[in-house]
């Protein structure tokens, strides 16, 4: 009878012993469940802004044209904004219209000025277009609150596809657009 209750004792001792180690987490074990959950917040976050990016893409578009230049605005950094404004007016016949080289003077040192899309517009090259939709639209790099896209935007009534490169920032809790790479039309 010793030995049964002894032998039970033992066993009871046993399986609150492996019970402790399946429920104890070690510390590199925690670091990783911590990451995973950094990473998928900064997944999160990512594909948040991918969504904004898209929508407000295509509501710029489908915008009254009379209300684009306040919808740039709204969706752009004040930067990117004075930055693409002049790109916009280089060497045109209008008030503050800068020259080529006043243009890269000003800004070569926070801009890439040759992808400016000196004299074109905003996001598409084109002055006119039918129905601009977004093509596609991919994460290419992420750090904290700085996403950069692989944008290409077409026009199926042109049958035109207009590439950038478009990086968005998270700034006061909302996205902004920092920068558009554009190509210069051939």
Known sequence: MKR??????????????????NTTITQPEAEQVKEKVVLNNESNESETA????????????????????????KMT?????????????????????LTEQEFKDKWKGKFDTSKAGI???FLIP??????????????????????????????????AKYPSVVKVIKENGSFLIADVLQEEPK
């Open 119 to 121: 004299g074109i517009g």
């Open 126 to 159: 084109a002055q006119d277009w039918i129905n601009i939709e977004v093509g596609s639209c991919e994460l290419k790099s992420a750090s904290k609150d700085e996403y950069t896209f692989n944008v290409v935007l077409r026009d199926d009534g042109f049958k």
């Open 77 to 97: 950094t004040k930067d990117y904004y004075d930055y693409k404004t002049d790109a916009t007016n280089v060497d045109l016949d209008v008030d503050g219209s």
């Open 50 to 73: 991918q969504k904004w990016l898209e929508k407000s893409i295509v509501d710029y578009f489908k915008a009254d044209l009379v209300k684009q230049d306040k919808n740039m605005q």
């Open 4 to 21: 049964t209750i002894i032998a039970s004792l033992f066993l009871i001792i046993a399986c609150k012993e492996e019970k402790k180690e």
